[in-house]
């Protein structure tokens, strides 16, 4: 007889004849969709790649959503000389890249009217006072009520010259609407510069009035972990040591460094994915029931999680984190170079581009279970997901007539690429002998009707924009991630702690070494 231990290759044949998700009836409970007060939304860094990629087309796609108030414009701020015309002719070509053949000109141009452009010298006070004299003006014409969100979509070393002049050109004062600022991550690169930071922010601004972004908790899926675990009776009693032996929490990329040199070699995966994204998804796995669905109360339960996070032990450092290092290989097909010969790479880098790290939670609901955290870059799949891999059956009462032990339950909350919930579960092959077959319940996103609605960056703009903070990260948050991980960083960085790098293919599952963290009796990393 054989049991399923690799749920991908036995369980596609059946997938579709218990696939659950149709809405029951007309199923659908939502809350009140909310509009944005007319606001002045003004980016810093407006020149910049995040800008074009991200921020316009997410904008563009909300107001063509019918989500954004009629009286809102977007004024772009950065070095650059540039007229308004350019900045919507530089804009309008990242949006039509990006649809292709479904872009509406229509729709852009009058999306257009609400662009406008000012070049600033962010040195130079005077630039700020100007900017002040433009928006007040673009505020009476589009009535806004002087409510203003200023985003930085610039390098980490700009948000204090940034700040600094919002301060002192009285723009951060708020008179008669409300005063906002959205911060891009990193926030800091350690515990003493995020905290340094965060002292200079509040010199100017409140924390009620902090945005830190984290575009993992915008993800659609992300925050459904929340509604999946706390609207439905059926998971949160076996959501704890008594039934959970473990947590794997993967994300894997196909992309290397790209075009980000300059930043990822200072940073490497563990400030780039680990101190935010992946400490983001382990809280709102192991987080308590808030008291109710609303910023304060969310956050509160995911940072104590924080609190609750075991120090990593440096004596034993190798049994609780193993880097890597992509070199050369092929992703789908095709030749990659490895991390040391990409643009802008030093020869002999010892930045990270992979990290397997062991958490641990100590309060009582999770004292023993192991979390088991990846992230790389240039691994074989792209795939984000949590899955909770429950314990083994105690007692195997078919155990005189099977030679190998029974794959254990997996729930598996697929982020992306394909958003997803996967229960794995065995059951009887169809026939005269008692085969076990492991199986899939699958619940996808896509099928369920309405498809995706909101992508990250389009979710954590609407919610600045109604001030709604949950998918914000508080400082507290910001704190206690970086005492967790500053002491691992110094003790890599500094003592060169780091295996001989490169270690690992491009387009692998990552370094060997990566399996013997998770090796206990017959778990492994799920496969890539
Ligand atoms: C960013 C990191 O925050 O997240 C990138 O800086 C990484 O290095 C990216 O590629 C991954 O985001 P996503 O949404 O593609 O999983």
Request: charged fraction near 25%; include cysteine; aromatic fraction near 10%.
């Amino acid at each position: 007889m054989a049991s399923g231990r690799d749920d991908r290759d036995q369980t596609e044949e059946v997938r579709t004849a218990i696939r659950v998700g149709d809405p029951i009836e007309s199923g659908e409970v939502c809350p009140v969709e909310q509009i944005p007060d007319p606001c002045a939304l003004v980016i810093f860094g407006a020149s910049g790649d995040l800008t074009r990629r991200k921020l316009i087309p997410s904008l563009f796609y909300l107001d063509r959503k019918g989500l954004l108030p009629d009286n809102l414009y977007i004024v772009g701020a950065a070095r650059t000389e540039m007229t308004d015309d350019a900045f919507r002719d530089l804009l309008r070509e990242g949006v039509r890249k990006a649809e292709a053949e479904t872009f509406d000109e229509a729709a852009w141009a009058a999306f257009a009217k609400r662009l406008f452009y000012r070049p600033t010298s962010y040195a130079d006070l005077a630039a700020f006072r100007d900017l002040g004299g433009v928006l007040s003006s673009l505020d009476r014409e589009f009535r806004t009520g002087g409510n203003r969100l200023y985003y930085l979509a610039v390098p980490p070393s700009l948000y204090t010259p940034i700040t600094t002049q919002l301060g002192e050109s009285g723009l951060a004062k708020a008179e008669g609407g409300y005063r906002r600022v959205v911060i891009e991550k990193p926030f800091g690169r350690d515990l003493r510069s995020a905290r340094e930071l965060d002292e200079h922010i509040h010199q100017v601004f409140s924390e009620a009035q902090i945005f830190r972004i984290d575009h993992y908790l915008g993800k659609e899926t992300v925050q459904n972990i929340l509604i999946f675990r706390f609207m439905n009776a059926i998971f949160e009693p076996i959501w704890n040591r008594r039934y959970v032996d473990h947590v794997q929490i993967t994300a894997a990329e196909t992309l290397g460094v790209e075009n980000r040199a300059g930043y990822y070699e200072h940073a490497g995966v563990l400030r780039d994915m680990f101190q935010n994204h992946m400490l983001q998804l382990l809280a709102l796995t192991a987080m308590e029931p808030p008291s109710r669905f609303a910023a304060d109360a969310v956050r509160e339960e995911k940072t104590k999680v924080f609190r609750s996070l075991r120090p990593i032990p440096l004596e034993h450092l190798e049994e609780h984190l193993v880097l890597g290092q992509y070199g050369p290989g092929q992703i789908e097909g095709q030749s990659v170079r490895g991390y040391r010969e990409e643009p802008g790479i030093e020869p002999a880098s010892q930045t990270p581009t992979f990290a397997a790290m062991k958490f641990h939670v100590d309060n009582w609901r999770w004292q023993g279970v192991p979390f088991y955290v990846r992230s790389g870059k240039r691994m074989a799949r792209k795939v984000t997901e949590i899955a909770i891999q429950f314990k083994r059956i105690p007692h195997l009462m078919l155990q005189a007539v099977m030679d190998e032990s029974i794959a254990p339950n997996v729930l598996i909350l697929r982020i992306q690429p394909d958003e997803r919930i996967r229960l794995a579960f065995q059951t009887k092959s169809p026939g005269f002998k008692s085969c076990l077959r492991q199986v899939m319940m699958d619940f996808c996103y896509q099928d369920a009707g309405k498809g995706v609605a909101l992508d990250a960056y389009e979710r954590v703009l609407l919610d600045a924009m109604l001030g709604d903070q949950m998918l914000f990260v508080r400082e507290e948050a910001v704190n206690l991630t970086w005492t967790l991980l500053t002491p691992v960083l110094e003790a890599i960085e500094n003592n060169d702690r780091v295996p001989p790098f490169p270690n690992y293919d491009a387009g692998t599952a990552g370094p060997s070494d990566a399996h013997q963290l998770l090796e206990r009796g017959d778990d492994r990393w799920r496969p890539l």
